[in-house]
C-alpha cells in the first residue's frame, strides 16, 4: 500500500487567514482525493485532483475557498482560504491507482482549529 | 444523493464474541466496497474491500457483499478489546471517490 504523508498534522489559526495542507505519496498515484471530517461526523469528499487538470468539486465545495494543486503524481495540497471558526475540521488527503478496484489509503489528517 | 447508511451504534460485544457490522448503500453502479476502521483520532485504516457478491475472508475478519439488496457487511470473529474502534462502510461508484457511511461504534467489552 501506498505511504501517504500529510502536514501540518495540526495547526491552530487566526480567522481570516488561509493554510496550506501538503500531502507526500511514496509512489505516483493517478488520483488524489481530500476529505474532510468535522467533529463526530464521518468522511464527505471536497475534491478529487487529477495531474495536469483542475481539481473537481463536490457540491457545496467551491475552488476560491478551497483551492487545490496538483503539480505531479506524487504531491497535492489543500488551501483552506479566508477560514473562519467553521472550518475547524479534520482534513485527510487520500490515494489511490484510479485503476479498477483499487484500494484508497489515507494520510494521518491534519486536525485544524480556527479561533 | 448517494447514500451509504449505517447503525451509529454503539455496539457492545464481550470479547471472543463475533461482532456483525451493517451498511446499506442506495447508488446500484457502486462498484467496489470497503470497510475501515478509525481509532479516536486518528485517520481511516483500510481492512477489508470486496467487489463481488459472496464473502470474503482475511484473517478474523469476514465482508460479505449482496449487490441485488445493496448490503455489506463486516464479521469480526473471536473480538478483542483492540477492536474498539469506529468502522466506515464506504462505497465507490463508476468514479474513484468513495462515500463514507456515518460509521458504526464497535466496543468489545473485556
Known amino acids: 500500500s501506498a505511504v501517504i504523508s500529510q502536514k501540518p498534522s495540526r495547526d491552530i489559526c487566526q480567522r481570516g487567514t488561509s493554510l496550506t495542507i501538503q500531502c507526500q505519496v511514496d509512489?505516483?498515484?493517478?488520483?488524489m482525493f481530500w476529505y474532510r471530517q468535522q467533529p463526530g461526523q464521518s468522511l464527505t469528499l471536497i475534491a478529487t485532483?487529477?495531474?495536469?487538470?483542475?481539481?473537481?468539486?463536490e457540491s457545496g465545495f467551491v475552488i476560491d475557498k478551497f483551492p487545490i494543486s496538483r503539480p505531479n503524481l506524487t504531491f497535492s495540497t489543500l488551501t483552506v482560504s479566508n477560514m473562519s471558526p467553521e472550518d475547524s475540521s479534520i482534513y485527510l488527503c487520500?490515494?489511490?491507482?484510479?485503476?479498477?478496484?483499487?484500494?484508497?489509503?489515507f494520510g494521518q489528517g491534519t486536525r485544524l482549529t480556527v479561533v | 444523493q448517494k447514500e451509504v447508511e449505517q447503525n451509529s451504534g454503539p455496539l457492545s460485544v464481550p470479547e471472543g464474541a463475533i461482532a456483525s457490522l451493517n451498511c446499506t448503500y442506495s447508488?446500484?453502479?457502486?462498484?467496489?466496497f470497503f470497510w475501515y476502521r478509525q481509532y479516536s483520532g486518528k485517520s481511516p485504516e483500510l481492512i477489508m474491500s470486496?467487489?463481488?457478491?459472496g464473502d470474503k475472508e482475511d484473517g478474523r475478519f469476514t465482508a460479505q457483499l449482496n449487490k441485488a439488496s445493496q448490503y455489506v457487511s463486516l464479521l469480526i470473529r473471536d473480538s478483542q478489546p483492540s477492536d474498539s474502534a469506529t468502522y466506515l462502510c464506504?462505497?465507490?461508484?463508476?468514479?474513484?471517490?468513495?462515500?463514507f457511511g456515518k460509521g458504526t461504534s464497535l466496543l468489545v467489552t473485556p
Open positions: 487520500s490515494a489511490d491507482a484510479g485503476l479498477m478496484n483499487t484500494e484508497a489509503f
Open positions: 509512489s505516483q498515484v493517478t488520483m
Open positions: 485532483a487529477n495531474q495536469g487538470s483542475e481539481a473537481t468539486y
Open positions: 447508488d446500484r453502479v457502486s462498484q467496489s
Open positions: 470486496i467487489y463481488s457478491n
Open positions: 464506504a462505497v465507490a461508484g463508476s468514479g474513484y471517490a468513495l462515500n
